[in-house]
């Protein structure tokens, strides 16, 4: 597997709107857009920074998976996962769970951007929730 880099970190946010007033007013970043996707429950905004992105993200239900790590975390957001670029994602999962790594995607799935997209269980990866993303270049 060849982990070229971090491609993105995902932050969960209850507010889009008000963290892009945040992350372009204060920090001077620029969103390269919002998209929802719905199989996620989420809308995001991607806001390239360097090599990586940050990627906020809303929930567009109550029962979305963000909507519940803000619950978690007694109404607040912060990061919510690391996503690290790789060049095959099926390739990938396999390596991964060859490894014994848990897998929460044993299969690629849709994410934002037009990525295939693998979560690994945070049980498996020092608590912290990693997603393995192949984008387009």
């Given at each position: 597997?060849?982990?070229?880099?971090?491609?993105?970190?995902?932050?969960?946010?209850?507010?889009?709107?008000?963290?892009?007033?945040?992350?372009?007013?204060?920090?001077?970043?620029?969103?390269?857009?919002?998209?929802?996707?719905?199989?996620?429950?989420?809308?995001?905004?991607?806001?390239?920074?360097?090599?990586?992105?940050?990627e906020l993200l809303e929930s567009t239900s109550p029962d979305?998976?963000?909507?519940?790590?803000?619950?978690?975390?007694?109404?607040?957001?912060?990061?919510?996962?690391?996503?690290?670029?790789?060049?095959?994602?099926?390739e990938a999962i396999a390596e991964m769970k060859a490894k014994?790594?848990?897998?929460?995607?044993?299969?690629?799935?849709?994410?934002?951007?037009?990525?295939?997209?693998?979560?690994?269980?945070?049980?498996?990866?020092?608590?912290?929730?990693?997603?393995?993303?192949?984008?387009?270049?």
């Amino acid at each position: 597997m060849n982990l070229s880099r971090v491609d993105h970190i995902g932050i969960a946010v209850k507010n889009l709107e008000e963290a892009l007033s945040f992350y372009e007013g204060v920090l001077g970043l620029k969103a390269a857009g919002t998209e929802v996707v719905e199989e996620q429950k989420v809308k995001v905004a991607f806001l390239p920074c360097g090599d990586s992105e940050i990627e906020l993200l809303e929930s567009t239900s109550p029962d979305g998976p963000i909507a519940k790590f803000i619950e978690k975390n007694n109404g607040n957001g912060g990061i919510q996962h690391i996503a690290l670029r790789v060049d095959n994602i099926e390739e990938a999962i396999a390596e991964m769970k060859a490894k014994g790594m848990k897998m929460i995607d044993e299969t690629p799935r849709y994410g934002a951007g037009g990525a295939k997209i693998a979560f690994c269980h945070p049980k498996s990866s020092m608590g912290v929730l990693l997603e393995l993303s192949e984008r387009q270049q």
